[in-house]
C-alpha cells in the first residue's frame, strides 16, 4: 500500500503513520516529496489494513497495489478455470449457452422451452423456481414445484440445470433439484447466502450487482471460494447508469478486464443487460466476439403472455438464429486463434 | 397505464393489447394520434401488469400513472408517521440523532461513546455487532457479545439503540438487545430478511441501497409494511456514481421526494454518504435545513485506531459542535414555520 | 404527448391543461381514471411543447410519445444512410475503419502509420492536429502543421482523414484539409459548433458526450442535419458511470438502439470506450459483432513514447491481428445473412 | 507520482520506468514490495507527464499525488477569493443570491421580476438572451435585445446582471451588457470559449457540466485564470446519475470537497440540481447549511407560462420564502462561528 500524507501533513503525522505500517506488520518505506511525503507500507498482507491506515492524522490518501482477493486471483491460479457439468462447459476456450423462461411457470412450459434450447445447441436450462421481485405484490413462482418441473426438463434433455436460490434457509432444497445455484444480483453482497452457497457441493453462478464495482464482485465469489467451493462463475447482468433506453448498461469489458484479473469463468446476460427483446441477439453475439466463457439467455414459447420479464425474452425462432450466429462467430474466432499458435 | 404503440402498429396489434387490459381487469380507452396510436387503461390495480403489457406485439412502451406501492403511499396515509423508541421521535416534526460507531469494539468504547452521544443531544446509539463487510477477511463484529455491550449502554444511558441484522436466521437474536433493527444497504433487496423483520416487533431502519431507484426503495418497505410492521423509517446513504472524490454521492433531495411520496420518516446518513470526516459536519447540517426527520452519524472516541470506517468517523469534540449547528438549523426553521403559520 | 394530472388536481387544473394543449394548436383528449386525470394532447408538432405544459398547475409529468428529432429519424427516412469518402464507406452494409494516432507528432509518425492502417485493410485515417486537453499545460497539438501532414499521408495511402475541429473559427481550416469534421465528445452540445460544421460540405464524425442520453445526442446530430448537412456518422466513444477499471463504459447496446430509431451510421470508439490498450482487440471484435457500422482505434508505431493516450493505443502488430479478426467476423456475419435472404 | 509495476513485470521494464521518469525531470524512488515494484517520481511538475508512463511496458498504473490544477488551488492561494460586483458579493464569508428567470421574455418580465429578486433580499439578476437548447427547434433566446432589457432591469434596481455567452464570437457582445459572463454546462470543456472569457475583464460563473469530475472542473477554471482572469465563480447545478425522480442529482459535498481544494466561490443550483419547483426550497436552504458561498434559482411572475424551464422555477411568493429561510439559516450559522471564535 501506498499512503499518501497531506502536503501540510507534520512529522509527528509521518512518524505516527510508519508505526501504525510497523504495527501492522508491514516495512514502511518513507519517500520525501517536493510538495509531501509518502509512505510505502511493504509486505503481503491484502486489503484489510488499507481502511485503518486511511484514517491516520494526515493522511491523505492510501493506495492499495495487491488486489483485495486471493483464491479469485489470476496471481494464485494462472491458468483459467473450467466449470462443467453434464454437457455444460464454461471456461479454459468452452462457451457454455444456457437459456430458459425467467420463471417456470408450467411443465408444459418449461419442457417445451427445453427442447428448443438443447435443439439450438445450448447446454444448460435456466428458469426462476423462487423469484425475487422488486414488488410483494408480484408473481413470487412456483418454488418446489418449479424444481421439480426443471428436474423433469434435465430428465429429459440432459441440460444442465440453473437457478435462483434466495435464502440461506432455501439452499438445501434448492440444491436438490438443480445443478448449478445461481445467487442474483440483488443478493450479490448478501454474505450470509454466499457463505450458504459456498458451503453447498454445486457450481455456483454469481450475478454481478448493477452497483457492485469489480473489487466487490470478485470479493463476493471470495466468499464463496474462501468456504471451500471453487466452482464458481462470474455473470456481467448490466450495470446502473444514468442511461433510459436500455434497463441496464452492458459493459462487455468486463469479460477482458475478468480475464485478466481471475480464473474464474465469465458468463455474460445480454437479456437483463439491455432489458429489451430486440437488443438481445447482437449482444450475445457480441458477447461471444468479447471472449465470454458462456451466454445466458431469456427463451419463452410465447414472450408476449411470460409472466415475467417477457420484453426482454426471445421466441424460439429467435433464438435459435442467436445461436447460430453465436457459434459461427466462436467458430471463426477459435480458427484464428488456432491459425495464429500455428503460425507462431 | 398509458400502452404507447409503434407508430408502425397494425390494427390487430392495437386489438390485442385492447383485449390484453381488458383481460387484466382494466377499462381500455383508446386514442388515435397522427403519428401513433395510445391506449389508456384505467382501473385501481398496480404495477405488476406493466411488464405484461410491455412484451405485447407493437407496444413501444407502457408509462405506469400510479405509484406501485401502496401502504407507503401518501395516498393511502395522508399525515406523516413518527416513529417513537425511549426518548427517540422521528417525523412529523421530530428530529431525531443517532451516532455511534461502525463496529461496537469493547464495553468500554460503547459506553464511552454513548455518554458522549447523550450529552450532546443524541437520542439514539449505533454500533455494528454484525458487520457486513466486503472482504471476507475483514474483522466480522463481536456478534452476540457486542449486542449485550449495546444493550449495557442503553441500561445506563436511556440511549434506544440501533443495530444491523445480516440475515434471517440473526434476526430474533438481535431484536432480544435491539430497538431497532437496521437492514443494511447490500441487503435492501434480501427480501426473504424484509420479511423477516417486517414480522419482527420492532421499528425497522432500512437503507437505501446505493443503485436503488425510489420505487425500488419504497417497494422493499411495502415489503416491510406487507408483513405488518408500519414501523419502518428509510434511511438515504448515498448512491453509486461517477464522483471519485466521496465514497457515494449524498443525494439530500431524497427528502423532499420522499415526504412527498410517503409517510414514513426519512433519515440521513452524512457519514456513509460521504465517506469523509471533514465533510460530515456541514452535510448533516443541510440534511436537517433539508427537512430530514433524523441523521444518523459516526462517532468514535479516537477514529484514527478504529476497526473500521474509521475515515469518515467524527471525534466527540467534532460531534458535540455538529450537533450543536444541527439543532440551532432545526430550531431557525422551525421558529419560522411557526411564524408562517401564524401570519396565515 | 401524454399530461398526467396529479391525483388531486381539480377540474380547473384541468381545464387550463385543455386549454393551453388546444393553445398550442394539439388536441385535447381527456381521459379520467380511478386515481388521476389524464389528458392526452395529439397532433404532430415535436418535443418543444414538453416543458410548456409541465410547469402547468395540477400536473404531474407530461410524457412525450414522439421522438423531439425529426431529420435524424427512421421515420423521415427509413433507409439506412451510407457515408462514402474516397474508399471509406459506412452504413447500409458497409463497415468503415479509421486509425491512427491520438495526436499528430511527425510526417514520420503519421506517413508510417497510415502505410501500416493501410496494409491492414483500414480506409479511414484518424490523427488530432488541434487537440482538446483536459489540462492548459498539455501539449495542444500541431495545428495547421498537423494538417498539412495529414493531408500528406492522404496523398500517398488513398485515406480518408478524419481529424478534429474544436472551435467555429478553425472549421474552415480544418476543412481545407480534411475529409472528415469530427466534433469531439466535449463539445457534442457546442451548438455554435454544430451549426458551423452544419454548414460545411464535409462529412461529420459526431461523438458522444459521456453523459449525453441518446435523444440528446440525437438532436445534436440534428443540429448538424438542420443546417443542410446530412453526412453525419455517429461515435459511440463510451459513457461515464461508476466503473473505475475501464476509463469509460462502453455500451454496444448502443448500435441497436441508434439502427432502430436512426438512419445515421454508428461508428464504435474502443480506445476511449474502454481507455486500455488490452481491452481494445476484443471490444473492436464485439463492436463489428454487434453490427456497428464502423470502428475507429487509436494505433501509433510506438505507444509507450506518444504524446497522448498511449495507454490505449495499439502497435501496429496488435493492430493487424485486430483487424484480421474484425474482417473475419464481418464475413462470417454477413455469410449467414445471405443465407437467411436466401432462404427465405 | 506513483508508478505502480505489474507483478510481473522485468527488470528491464523497471529500468525503462526509471530512465522514463528521469527523462521527464524527475527522480526516480525505485521500492521493491512482496508482490511488485513501485516507482516513485519525486518533482514539482504536474500532471501531464501521467499519461507518458502510463503506457509504459509492465506499468500497471499511475497514481499522481498532486493536483493537476495549480493558480485554482489552495496551495497556491491559501485565502478564499471573494467575488464582488456592485452590492453582490460571494466568498470569504458573504453569501451572494441571484434569480432571476431561464428566458428573457420581455422588458416587462425582466423587470417585474428584477424588482421581487431585489425586495426579497437578492443582489444578482439571472436571466438567458443567448439560450443553448438541446432542441434545434426550441426557443433560442432573445438575444442582443435581450441584453439590453437585462442592462435596463440593471440600472433600475442595481442588481448584478449575470447572463451566459454561447460562443467567442458572442464573448465581446455579452461583456458590454452583463457584469457576470456565465459558461454554462455544455460547454464546461468548450476550451476556446474558456480562453476566450478567460481575456475578457469580467467575472465568471462557470457550470460544472454533469459528467465532469472535479479535477476535469478546476482544471476548467484553470483554462481561465491562466488567460490572467482570476474571477472565477465555481457552480454546481448536479450531475448524471441513474437517478429518475430528479433531473441531475445535487451533491452538496462538492461545497465542502471545493472548500478544501480551491480559494474560488461556491454557488449552487438548486433549479436545474433538482429540475422541480417543489424541491428547490429545501435543497436553497441546504446549500446555505452545507457552507455555500452563493445560490442561483429560477423565478419567474408567472412560472407556468415561462417559455424555458418553468417546472423548476420559483413564484415571486415562493421565492421571498425561500430567500427567508436561507437568510435565517445563514445568520444562525454566522452567529455560531462567531461564538466558537470568541470562545478560542
Avoid: W
Avoid at 417456470?104 to 423456481?129: C, D
Avoid at 456481467?236 to 478486464?257: C, K, M, N, Q, W
Amino acid at each position: 500500500m501506498i499512503v499518501v500524507m497531506e502536503p501540510n501533513a507534520t512529522q509527528a503525522a509521518v512518524d505516527a503513520t510508519v508505526k501504525r505500517v510497523e504495527s501492522l506488520g508491514l516495512k514502511a518505506n518513507v519517500i520525501v516529496g517536493t510538495e509531501r511525503t509518502v509512505v510505502a507500507a511493504i509486505g503481503n498482507k491484502r486489503e484489510h489494513f488499507k481502511e485503518s491506515l486511511e484514517s491516520g492524522e494526515g493522511v491523505s490518501a492510501v493506495v492499495p497495489i495487491v488486489a483485495p482477493y486471493k483464491m479469485a486471483s489470476r496471481e494464485v491460479r494462472a491458468e483459467p478455470s473450467q466449470i462443467k457439468v453434464l454437457d455444460f462447459a464454461a471456461g479454459a476456450g468452452e462457451v457454455g449457452f444456457i437459456a430458459g423462461p425467467c420463471s417456470v411457470e408450467s411443465e408444459e412450459q418449461i419442457l417445451e422451452t427445453a427442447r428448443a434450447v438443447k435443439a439450438a445447441g445450448g447446454t444448460g436450462l435456466r428458469g426462476g423456481a423462487f423469484k425475487p421481485r422488486t414488488s410483494p405484490y408480484s408473481f413470487q413462482g412456483l418454488k418446489e414445484e418449479g424444481l421439480k418441473m426443471l428436474a423433469t426438463a434435465r430428465e429429459e434433455t440432459g441440460l444442465c440445470v440453473v437457478t435462483e436460490v434466495m435464502g440461506t434457509s432455501d439452499v438445501d432444497l434448492v440444491a436438490k433439484y438443480a445443478d448449478v445455484l445461481q445467487v442474483g444480483a440483488r443478493n450479490m453482497q448478501n454474505y450470509r447466502l454466499l457463505e450458504a452457497v459456498g458451503k453447498a457441493q454445486k457450481p455456483v453462478l454469481l450475478k454481478r450487482g448493477p452497483s457492485a464495482t469489480m473489487d466487490e464482485f470478485l470479493l463476493a465469489a471470495e466468499y464463496i471460494l474462501n468456504e471451500g467451493n471453487d466452482q464458481v462463475m462470474l455473470c456481467e447482468r448490466g450495470i446502473r447508469t444514468f442511461e433510459g433506453h436500455t434497463r441496464f448498461t452492458l459493459p462487455l469489458a468486463s469479460v477482458s478486464y475478468l480475464h485478466r484479473k481471475t480464473h474464474l469463468p465469465v458468463i455474460i446476460d445480454p437479456s437483463h443487460g439491455t432489458g429489451h427483446t430486440y437488443m438481445v441477439p447482437d449482444m450475445a453475439v457480441a458477447a461471444v466476439a468479447a471472449g465470454a466463457d458462456g451466454v445466458i439467455m431469456e427463451v419463452h414459447p410465447d414472450p408476449s403472455t411470460a409472466m415475467s420479464d417477457g420484453y426482454q425474452t426471445l421466441t424460439f425462432a429467435e433464438f435459435e438464429r442467436t445461436m447460430r450466429r453465436c457459434k459461427a462467430v466462436a467458430n471463426t474466432l477459435q480458427e484464428l486463434d488456432r491459425e495464429e499458435k500455428a503460425s507462431s
